[in-house]
Structures are given as structure tokens and as C-alpha cells.
């Protein structure tokens, strides 16, 4: 049966230029303290994302923390029926997830929006660790720490498609680029990179 869905192939330069592009953006306006990246696609970008902050941040290394959601993958434990539609965790930050994150800037990375399911995950359950540390805090001191915690989004790649779940409307969202509902083809999961980056050229050539 012929594969009717468009395949797109993005090359580790591709990204790398697109995060490039964005995050002095990024740094001026939302400015993070820490990078949360999503796995395992968001792990790359998260890191070569670091690298372009450093200079749009005056010269802060920031920490990257990981976090692992799935969706699409078979995961332990997950079964036929899950895929595809709840996000499962594989890890999380671990029992200080609310003294980490509470009165940062946090910038939530993944490579794609695809459904949203995921990034709407992540968010509202972050700020679920960080509400658990702020009621351990003297009542006194909570609003401040509320305020001065907050979270943003990064994606390589957003997916204009109708969206299965939704992000508060005030969130910080950054896109490296906005894609039709194509299938991105990412280098990471290619075993012959040269193959897949002379896929990716067609690709482009035929945009
Ligand atoms: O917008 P959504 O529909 O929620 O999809 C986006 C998520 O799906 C992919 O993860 P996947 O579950 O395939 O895991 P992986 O990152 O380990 O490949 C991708 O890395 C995003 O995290």
C-alpha cells in the first residue's frame, strides 16, 4: 500500500540554525534559568539550544533537567491501547521537582508540537511540583514565589493542525518554525545520516 502521508526529512544543521535564529528572541524576552527538556527528541535541541543562550544571556550556563514522556513510542508497561493517546511518564525530576523549579524561569523544550498532548502534560504537571513546594513555604511568602516562577515552550517545529489539548493562554511559546501536518523525519532517528541528509536536500528542493 502506498504511504499517503508526506515525509519530511530535517537535518541536524536545520535545527541547529533554527534554534539558532530563535533564541536571542528567547533570551531577550522570557530570558530562562533552566532548561527542562522533554525526551527524547527535546534532548538536542535543549542542548545546543544552551549553547546559543549562553551568549544571548550574559555567559549563563543553564541547567538542563530531563524529563521523559511518551506518547507514541511502546514504552514498559504501556499498552496498545495507550499509545498514541495518553502521555505516559519514563522519568521525572525526582522528590525536589518543586525546589527546583520554584521561583525560576522555566523554559519547557521539545523538537515537536504535534497533538499539543504532551507540552500540556509537561506544563500542568510541573506546575503541580512546584504548587506541592510552595504549600511547604510560610503563607506569607507564597504569592511572591508564584509570581516569580514561570514557564515558557520551546519547539523546533509547530504543526499547524488542530490542536488535541490546550496550553494556558498566557504561556511564552517559541517555534522554531511553524510546518504543515507533514511527518518530520528527524537525523536522530536515522541509522545512515548521510542517506537521510541526501533525503532531506530532495526534501527541501521540492518545497
Ligand atoms: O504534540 P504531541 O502529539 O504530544 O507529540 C509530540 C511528542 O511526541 C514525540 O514524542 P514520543 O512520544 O514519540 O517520544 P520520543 O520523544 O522519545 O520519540 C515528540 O518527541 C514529542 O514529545
Not at 538536542?44 to 543553564?62: D, I, S, Y
Not at 506518547?71 to 514498559?76: K, R
Not at 521539545?110 to 513546594?133: F, G, I, N, P, Q
Not at 507564597?142 to 493562554?169: C, M, S, W, Y
Request: net charge negative; glycine share 6%.
Amino acid at each position: 500500500m502506498a504511504d499517503e502521508v508526506k515525509h519530511f526529512h530535517v537535518t541536524y544543521n536545520n535545527i541547529h540554525n533554527l534554534i539558532r535564529k530563535c533564541t536571542p528572541k528567547i533570551g531577550a524576552e522570557f530570558n530562562p534559568d533552566l532548561l527542562v527538556a522533554i525526551g527524547g527528541g527535546g534532548f538536542f535541541p535543549a542542548r545546543v539550544m544552551r549553547t546559543f543562550l549562553r551568549g544571548a544571556t550574559e555567559n549563563k550556563t543553564l541547567q538542563i533537567q530531563a524529563i521523559g514522556l511518551s506518547l507514541y513510542e511502546p514504552v514498559d508497561g504501556a499498552t496498545e491501547e495507550q499509545i498514541g493517546q495518553e502521555v505516559i511518564r519514563t522519568q521525572w525530576l525526582g522528590a525536589d521537582a518543586g525546589k527546583m523549579l520554584v521561583g525560576k524561569r522555566v523554559l519547557i523544550v521539545d523538537e515537536v508540537d504535534d497533538t499539543r498532548k504532551t507540552l500540556s502534560y509537561a506544563l500542568s504537571e510541573l506546575k503541580k511540583d512546584v504548587e506541592v513546594e510552595i504549600s511547604s513555604r510560610p503563607e506569607s511568602e507564597r504569592e511572591a514565589l508564584r509570581a516569580a516562577t514561570k514557564f515558557g515552550i520551546f519547539v523546533v517545529h509547530n504543526k499547524r493542525k488542530p490542536k488535541l489539548a490546550e496550553l494556558p493562554k498566557n504561556t511564552p511559546y517559541y517555534a522554531g518554525e511553524e510546518v504543515d501536518d507533514v511527518w518530520l523525519d528527524y537525523p536522530w532517528e536515522s541509522t545512515n545520516i548521510e542517506e537521510h541528509d541526501r533525503l532531506a536536500e530532495l526534501d527541501q528542493s521540492s518545497k
